[in-house]
């Protein structure tokens, strides 16, 4: 049974920074094909932040956290990470990492929604104070 667990949420003042983990179990970290972080703050819809296409080795990142928030796997590819920097009070909202190991159509989107994916973290919460 595959389990993802997200750790390093906090609280942290605007310009800060937090690195956020996520431990995958149940499977080798090299059968999944896409690994991502999302996040959801009060009120609004699910965004996706970052997403990591591993077999092609593509990255891409929301809009909004670009030249901020880093993602990145471990050699095992079993934790997944995001590096956050420069926080700022909207990027506050719980993150949830995400996986899933079925085959990526060609093309696949620099945004996707959340739907591409099966395995989901219980989410962690990051708040930003001023």
């Known amino acids: 049974q595959v389990q993802l667990v997200e750790s390093g949420g906090g609280t942290v003042q605007a310009g800060g920074s937090l690195r956020l983990s996520c431990e995958a179990s149940g499977r080798p970290g090299s059968t999944y094909s896409m690994v991502a972080w999302f996040r959801q703050a009060p009120g609004k819809e699910r965004e996706g932040v970052a997403v990591?296409?591993?077999?092609?080795?593509?990255?891409y990142y929301a809009d909004s956290v670009k030249g901020r928030f880093t993602i990145t796997q471990d050699n095992a590819k079993t934790t997944l990470y995001l590096q956050m920097i420069s926080l700022k009070h909207e990027d506050a909202a719980v993150y949830y990492c995400?996986?899933?190991?079925?085959?990526?159509?060609?093309?696949?989107?620099?945004?996707?929604?959340?739907?591409?994916?099966?395995?989901w973290g219980q989410g962690t919460q990051v708040t930003v104070s001023s």
């Open positions: 995400a996986a899933d190991g079925r085959p990526v159509l060609p093309g696949p989107s620099p945004h996707p929604s959340g739907l591409e994916f099966g395995y």
């Open positions: 990591i296409y591993t077999l092609a080795g593509t990255t």
